[in-house]
């Protein structure tokens, strides 16, 4: 689970001005990677209408040994593919969906709530001491976690003091991550993450309502040696078209219908 400190992490760097490039049976072994590639998701809706769409491939790779993971916050990744789309009125200020395009912990989710202050019900609530901080749900061969980053803390908000930079006050109102896993391997399937922020541009007076979704489904994966994934990152990659795979949870109706109006930029 993210705690406040990585979050701070994570937003510093989405930031930037470049967010591309490396941001069965089987033996494994010291320095191994996990290498998946799948399709990813992020949209935004403002004051309840959808305003941005971004879409495209891209890869991540988890480290396996637990050696090689120590104090690693986030995986590293590669994007592969990409398309943006805008409603016609959207400003083109694309901020919180730079924030949100998809980054992986080195911790799973079900690790990060094992410590003494979560606990889970019978029915798999999962609590923080006494707040309600998610839930964790099964099918015949999958574990779904979804955790509540905001659980406990004061009026379940979190001051973004460090967008004042980017000209922009915002306060966040939500955040919960989520990762589905195949209960025997524990291999990732998906992952993705809801946020909410209230926020406006320095000199405005009214807050504007912003939610954004963040999905991620593997749709291959290998391991990797340490000086393969090396030698990965140093290809460039030459081909950004992509098709969307066909065996994915639909979108919400409403976004797959404003989708439709939206503009490439």
Not at 10 to 21: A, E, M, R, V, W
Not at 22 to 29: A, R
Not at 49 to 73: H, K, Q, R, T
Not at 174 to 189: A, F, I, P, Q, V
Request: charged share 25%; glycine share 8%.
């Amino acid at each position: 689970m993210i705690n406040f400190k990585h979050l701070l992490i994570l937003i510093t760097f989405l930031l930037l001005p470049s967010f591309g490039g490396v941001g069965g049976g089987l033996i494994l072994h010291a320095q191994t990677y996990e290498r998946l590639k799948g399709y990813y998701r992020v949209w935004q809706t403002t004051d309840s209408v959808l305003s941005y769409f971004w879409d495209g491939y891209m890869e991540i790779y988890i480290p396996v040994d637990s050696a090689e993971a120590s104090g690693v916050d986030f995986c590293d990744r590669k994007f592969l593919g990409e398309r943006r789309r805008k409603a016609p009125a959207a400003n083109g200020d694309d901020t919180f969906i730079q924030m949100s395009l998809p980054n992986l912990e080195a911790q799973p989710l079900l690790n990060s709530i094992s410590g003494d202050e979560y606990s889970t019900r019978s029915n798999g609530d999962i609590y923080l001491f006494r707040n309600k901080a998610g839930h964790i749900s099964y099918t015949d061969s999958t574990t779904t976690v979804t955790v509540d980053e905001l659980a406990g803390r004061p009026e379940h908000s979190l001051n973004m003091s460090q967008m004042k930079m980017y000209g922009i006050v915002a306060t966040m109102i939500g955040y919960t991550d989520s990762e589905t896993r195949y209960s025997t391997s524990n291999r990732l399937l998906s992952f993705g993450k809801q946020t909410g922020f209230l926020a406006r541009y320095r000199g405005e007076d009214t807050d504007e309502r912003i939610s954004v979704t963040s999905e991620f489904f593997v749709t291959a994966r290998q391991y990797v040696s340490k000086s393969e994934l090396r030698q990965i990152k140093k290809e460039k990659n030459h081909i950004w078209q992509f098709s969307v795979p066909s065996d994915l949870p639909p979108l919400p109706d409403g976004v797959a219908e404003e989708w439709q109006r939206m503009v490439e930029y």
